[in-house]
């Protein structure tokens, strides 16, 4: 097997092909990762999601980590990370930055789920719109020769 480092113009590439990701983020030394779906408009990954322990914690700490991959099998495989900072896009305050993401969800069917999906009856139904801003991103890509 061979890895190879990849462009920056491909971890951007594999970004816009694909929707799921594992969000990280860390409080008081503790790092969570959870599986989220996202758009890249080119520039930001954008991400909605129910107000929970995931935007608690980012709101606290708002450096995250993205990582994104597509594997074909244990020898053919390609994954980006994205170092980058949370930032809610709140009501009218970003208001050309919700319309783009809500533009980039629409594109798929049931974009909203799972991220307004009810989990029990003690979690919180308020929708959160947030993007990361990516400050550093790299990516490798596995292969047979």
């Given at each position: 097997m061979v890895i190879h480092e990849l462009p920056e113009s491909e971890c951007r590439e594999l970004l816009r092909r694909n929707h799921v990701a594992r969000l990280a983020c860390v409080r008081k030394d503790q790092p969570y990762v959870?599986?989220?779906q996202f758009d890249f408009d080119g520039e930001h990954l954008y991400f909605f999601a129910t107000l929970g322990q995931k935007i608690i914690w980012m709101r606290e700490n708002p450096w995250v980590c993205v990582e994104v991959?597509?594997?074909r099998d244990k020898y053919n495989w390609a994954t980006v990370i994205v170092f980058g900072r949370y930032e809610e896009l709140r009501e009218e305050a970003h208001?050309?930055?919700?319309?783009?993401?809500m533009a980039?969800?629409?594109k798929r069917s049931a974009w909203w789920l799972p991220g307004a999906a009810r989990v029990g009856t003690t979690?919180?139904?308020v929708p959160v719109l947030f993007r990361v801003h990516p400050t550093r991103m790299t990516g490798r890509r596995a292969s047979r020769d």
């Open positions: 959870v599986p989220i991959e597509e594997i208001a050309d930055a919700r319309a783009k993401a980039l969800f629409g979690e919180h139904h």
